[in-house]
């Protein structure tokens, strides 16, 4: 790879075999830092500032940071979507003090729960234009009682917004356009690696020809 190349981003490569070490190189680095970050403020603090969805979540910051689904608004709003919902439904069921079904078990109320907590994420995050996938997986740590006291889901949202801070942080300082809240309208799929679907479909808009005026006459 050039220096040149490498000073345009990665964003300007298109994926091949000989270019997919270094189109993974970001995200392996990135990701193992920011989380390991996360991990090492967790054992200072004894709180659990890393969980599941987190992964997710890191994986398109620093793969996709050029997609709305990954812009700091969808990431924190969307996450914050999913823990409301997921002590909405422990709430609901009666759930707030029992164990995470991965111990006592799964019963109806359990799977009520569940449900009705992924349900209601999905939709709002749809209804509120605010779609993060990775919320779906915090709306069941929260639902299925792995993180189900108000202390933890608040510690919870603020790994996210660390993460956040630190995808901004690395995104930037790598030449990567990262937005400061959303991403804005009409903006390119881009970062560090454009899909090959997102490359596909940007040739043929490119080589597609103008449509011809409709009403006029021969």
Known sequence: MTSQGIRNGFGKWRPSRESRLMLGLWPLVAGFASIGALGCLAIVTDQPFVFPSLGPTAFLIFHRPGVRDASPRNTILGHLIGAMCGYLALVLFGLTNAGPAVIVGFTAARTGAA?????????????????????????????????????QVAVLMMGVVLLVG???????LAGFAYPLWDQPAGAQPGGPIASAGDLAASRSRSTEPDSPATGSMP
């Open 115 to 151: 449900a009705l907590s992924l349900g209601l994420t999905a939709g709002l995050m749809i209804w509120l234009g605010v779609a993060h996938p990775p919320a779906g997986a915090t709306t069941l740590i929260i639902s299925l009682g792995v993180m189900a006291k108000p202390g």
């Open 166 to 172: 630190l995808g901004m942080i690395a995104n930037r």
